[in-house]
T-cell receptor, first 114, second 112 residues
Framework: EAGVVQSPRYKIIEKKQPVAFWCNPI?????LYWYLQNLGQGPELLIRYENEEAVDDSQLPKDRFSAERLKGVDSTLKIQPAELGDSAVYLC????????????FGEGSRLTVL | GNSVTQMEGPVTLSEEAFLTINCTYTATGYPSLFWYVQYPGEGLQLLLK?????DKGSNKGFEATYRKETTSFHLEKGSVQVSDSAVYFCGEGGTSYGKLTFGQGTILTVHP
């Protein structure tokens, strides 16, 4: 069974440029998460989807970050414009059963903003 | 809000040494508790979990017991191997349905 797939693995951009990350969850998983992981820190939730509905986006900085999950499968996380402080790893995870915490993570997308 | 505090690292051990990584949490109710592991170059993966007080989660020789009275979920292994070198994250699935809160992670390095 294929795991959670993320792309790109690495991205280097200059500040004020836009960037987008893509995630393909495990087939059949209806819950999808985007987490932010700063260096030396644990992952922090940005947004959680149940199918195509964003049910928890309270930690998403909506002035520059946006996300979508069309048709309740793939998801895209966008930053526009990027700032130096956005340099981090963006993790996507999915789960099949709500609330159990058994999340399956992708390898992450490492963003460097210069 | 809910939070998880882990023992600060990094932790460096010799092969076959005993490992303990402390984890405490703050949450209302009875959250599920987890340990995730991240090997070099890989994504986080679930190591073990416990869903109620006094439960013991175990996997790959690692164990952790859900202690409600001390709000702790310490990770232990009796004899570590070089292949256990990784970053370990404690997490709690609190009262916010579907939300998993992580600690800051503990880097473990095991030398031959």
């Amino acid at each position: 069974e294929a795991g959670v797939v993320q792309s790109p693995r690495y991205k280097i951009i200059e500040k004020k440029q836009p960037v987008a990350f893509w995630c393909n969850p495990i087939s059949g998983h209806n819950t999808l998460y985007w987490y932010l992981q700063n260096l030396g820190q644990g992952p922090e939730l940005l947004i959680r989807y149940e199918n195509e509905e964003a049910v928890d986006d309270s930690q998403l900085p909506k002035d520059r970050f946006s996300a979508e999950r069309l048709k309740g499968v793939d998801s895209t996380l966008k930053i526009q414009p990027a700032e130096l402080g956005d340099s981090a790893v963006y993790l996507c995870a999915s789960s099949a059963i709500q609330g159990t915490g058994e999340l399956f993570f992708g390898e992450g997308s490492r963003l460097t903003v210069l | 809000g809910n939070s998880v505090t882990q023992m600060e690292g990094p932790v460096t051990l010799s092969e076959e040494a005993f490992l303990t990584i402390n984890c405490t949490y703050t949450a209302t109710g009875y959250p599920s508790l987890f340990w995730y592991v991240q090997y070099p170059g890989e994504g986080l993966q679930l190591l073990l979990k416990a869903t109620k007080a006094d439960d013991k989660g175990s996997n790959k020789g690692f164990e952790a017991t859900y202690r409600k009275e001390t709000t702790s979920f310490h990770l232990e292994k009796g004899s570590v191997q070089v292949s256990d070198s990784a970053v370990y994250f404690c997490g709690e699935g609190g009262t916010s349905y579907g939300k998993l809160t992580f600690g800051q992670g503990t880097i473990l390095t095991v030398h031959p």
